[in-house]
């Protein structure tokens, strides 16, 4: 089992231009997760799921899209990207609630 | 609003010592509390949780006291070996109301040799 996977993990956009980041889960999970840390921050829920289909708001959703098409995936889309949105982005998944989450290994996002 | 407050920052031990971590949280709705360990360059993952239940859970080295009354949960990892180095999370959630975990901002340990 590959568990949490994120593509690329890598990426340096300008501003303005979109981008779409992509979690993969091989666990048949029903929820998954979206997270950014920055330094000092700890890690801020963007956008989860409870299950395909369906998407919820976290603490921080705004100026982010996501899909939830396939169980086995999460993707996170930056329509317009910002400076404010350089960060490390973490996906993470778990069967239910009361399951640990695991964590994808992260993409460093830096938008100049 | 921060539901979740974690000290300090950042930590410095020396191999063999005791490493305490702090967190104090809002909600009196929260009803579980797992601690996450990340190493540089990689994602979290979760070390040891406890429910309200219990005072006290042992794993190993690392040790989570909870007092309930205080709304304050603390890690301590006896014995600190560099390997611990690391940055800890502690985080909080209502399981029985759907919600999702609320993170710390993280606690930077460097256990010197």
């Known amino acids: 089992n590959a568990g949490v996977t994120q593509t690329p993990k890598f990426r340096v956009l300008k501003t303005g231009q979109s981008m779409t980041l992509l979690c993969a889960q091989d666990?048949?999970?029903?929820?998954m997760y979206w997270y950014r840390q920055d330094p000092g921050m700890g890690l801020r829920l963007i956008h989860y799921?409870?299950?395909?289909?369906?998407?919820a708001k976290g603490e921080v959703p705004d100026g982010y899209n996501v899909s939830r098409l396939k169980k086995q995936n999460f993707l996170l889309g930056l329509e317009s990207a910002a400076p404010s949105q350089t960060s490390v982005y973490f996906c993470?998944?778990?069967?239910?609630?009361?399951?640990?989450?695991?964590f994808g290994p992260g993409t460093r996002l830096t938008v100049l | 609003q921060q539901q979740v407050k974690q000290s300090p920052q950042s930590l410095i031990v020396q191999k063999g010592g005791i490493s305490i971590i702090n967190c104090a949280y809002e909600?009196?709705?929260?009803?579980?509390f797992p601690w996450y360990q990340q190493f540089p360059g990689k994602g979290p993952a979760l070390l040891i949780a406890?429910?309200?239940?219990?005072s006290e859970k042992k794993e190993g080295r690392f040790t989570i006291s909870f007092n309930k009354s205080a709304k304050q949960f603390s890690l301590h990892i006896m014995d600190s070996q560099p390997g611990d180095s690391a940055t800890y999370f502690c985080?909080?959630?209502?399981?029985?109301?759907?919600?999702?975990?609320?993170f710390g901002k993280g606690t930077m340990l460097l256990v010197s040799p």
């Open positions: 985080a909080a959630s209502w399981l029985g109301g759907y919600s999702t975990l609320t």
């Open positions: 909600n009196t709705a929260f009803d579980y």
């Open positions: 406890i429910r309200p239940d219990v």
């Open positions: 799921s409870v299950g395909e289909g369906t998407t």
């Open positions: 993470a998944s778990n069967k239910d609630r009361r399951d640990t989450q695991y």
């Open positions: 666990m048949n999970h029903e929820y």
